[in-house]
């Protein structure tokens, strides 16, 4: 069955500090994939996806993604988190245009000052 | 992106009662999807809702308990039937992007978060 993973629940980070958010996905194929944010009482905001070609995407709010298909991951990266970035984020993946959008679980960031 | 609005935002809800949820968007869309997001939970597809035709809706959900409209092509509702306190969520409107299904993305709303007294 197809699926998205996201092994870590829950991360802290310090101000300043790197991040790397893990998202692996079971499909037959590769499928479009995708990071959403959701702050605390907000909807979800897209901050980036990948569809084909370069395989290191950059996204809105200084995040970037990096697509690597031997490993079906297509995990999330911040040189320099902000506190701002507190929130939940979640990893996504759809087959097709035409087929539903597939969440992981998600993983809530605490930024510590 | 599409601008995605819902309403209501929250409400409270007593046992056994009906509520429906409205999302409007500002340009007309051939998708509309219906999200459900359970307390700590990511987030599950409802049903899928195109307008003219009945919705789709996923495994473990029916049209008894979520009945959905789609009278247009801007225009959704879903209600939540019967509902009971195991109904306590937020529940999310999403639409595709401007390029339609060949793009993949999804757009959501804030969400309508119901609690279930």
């Known amino acids: 069955a197809q699926s998205v993973t996201q092994p870590d629940i829950h991360i802290t980070v310090s101000e300043g500090a790197s991040l790397e958010l893990r998202c692996n996905y079971s499909y037959g194929a590769t499928p479009y994939l995708f990071w959403y944010v959701q702050s605390p009482g907000q909807g979800l905001q897209l901050l980036l996806k990948?569809?084909?070609?370069?395989?290191l995407v950059q996204g809105i709010k200084g995040f970037e993604a990096e697509f690597k298909r031997s490993q079906s991951s297509f995990n999330l990266r911040k040189p320099s988190v902000h506190w701002s970035d507190a929130a939940e984020y979640f990893c996504?993946?759809?087959?097709?245009?035409?087929?539903?959008?597939?969440f992981g679980a998600g993983t809530r960031l605490a930024v510590h000052p | 992106s599409a601008v995605i609005s819902q309403k209501p935002s929250r409400d409270i809800c007593q046992r056994g009662t009906s509520l429906t949820i409205q999302c409007q968007v500002d340009?007309?869309?051939?998708?509309m999807f219906w999200y459900r997001q359970q307390p700590g939970q990511s987030l599950t597809l409802i049903a899928t809702a195109n307008q003219g035709s009945e919705a789709t809706y996923e495994s473990g959900f029916v049209i008894d308990k979520f009945p959905i409209s789609r009278p247009n092509l801007t225009f959704s509702t879903l209600t939540v039937s019967n509902m009971s306190p195991e109904d306590s969520s937020i529940y999310l409107c999403s639409v595709e992007g401007a390029g339609g299904p060949r793009t993949g993305e999804l757009f959501f709303g804030e969400g309508s978060r119901l609690t279930v007294l």
């Open positions: 340009s007309q869309v051939t998708m």
């Open positions: 990948y569809f084909s070609g370069d395989t």
């Open positions: 996504a993946a759809r087959s097709g245009g035409y087929n539903k959008l597939i």
